[in-house]
Nanobody, 125 residues
Framework: QVQLVESGGGLVMHGDSLKLSCAASGRTFSIYNMGWFRQAPGKAREFIAAIRWSGRTTYYKEYLKGRFTISRDNAKDMVYLQMNSLKPEDTAVYYC??????????????????WGQGTQVTVSS
């Protein structure tokens, strides 16, 4: 099993930056990709970005690319999401997720095997 714990959420102002962290533990050697998703009230969970656990390949939701950056630190079993120029519409619960199979569904919830509990990000106008 893999355990994931997100941190770094909070209340920020429009235009601010925030960096989320995701700590992975357990069978981290079995992780293929790590992803970030978010879910706003009343909306479906949305893919943001993913990164290969080994290697440098990254994937982004196209319209978020440029403002959001995913990175990882394998030595610490950590994945990060740097968010810049935040807008009120970025308000959501942010989740990290682990994919152990490396399938083609990297942009879909179904492509991930383990999830964190989420961290709330609120962007005030």
């Amino acid at each position: 099993q893999v355990q994931l714990v997100e941190s770094g959420g909070g209340l920020v102002m429009h235009g601010d930056s925030l960096k989320l962290s995701c700590a992975a533990s357990g069978r981290t050697f079995s992780i293929y990709n790590m992803g970030w998703f978010r879910q706003a009230p009343g909306k479906a969970r949305e893919f943001i970005a993913a990164i290969r656990w080994s290697g440098r390949t990254t994937y982004y939701k196209e319209y978020l690319k440029g403002r959001f950056t995913i990175s990882r630190d394998n030595a610490k079993d950590m994945v990060y999401l740097q968010m810049n120029s935040l807008k009120p519409e970025d308000t959501a619960v942010y989740y990290c997720a682990a994919d152990l199979t490396g399938g083609a569904s990297i942009g879909l919830e179904a492509g991930y095997d383990y999830w964190g509990q989420g961290t709330q990000v609120t962007v005030s106008s």
